[in-house]
């Protein structure tokens, strides 16, 4: 499952050992060809890996101190901190591998 982050409100994200974040629109086109891959790959890692969400227009001062300027971006934390980040459209194997190489 994918949660959403509202109100630039990071607190699920730093509360998380491992967490991928999703920063992306609803105009966007590839963040609407990402979103569906990174909800399959929210229930293959389960309990490994916790998953959000933030939409750059409804969390602009997010978007912003996380230095997002191209969308849909993909980052992982680890204990609050960004470790990895990936810009635009990959396919879930790319995605996979990825993920695998940095937690």
């Known amino acids: 499952m994918v949660n959403k982050i509202t109100n630039n409100d990071f607190n699920g994200v730093k509360g998380s050992e491992i ?40 969390n602009g001062a997010l978007a912003q101190s996380a230095g997002i300027t191209n969308i849909p971006a993909l980052a992982i934390y680890k204990n609050g901190e960004r470790v990895a980040m990936k810009v635009g459209f990959s396919p879930k194997p790319v995605l996979k591998e990825w993920i695998d190489s940095v937690i």
């Open 19 to 58: 967490a991928l974040v999703d920063y992306s629109a609803t105009w966007c086109g590839p963040c609407r060809m990402v979103a569906p891959v990174v909800e399959e790959l929210s229930e293959e890692y389960a309990g490994k890996v916790a998953f959000f969400n933030a939409d750059v227009d409804d």
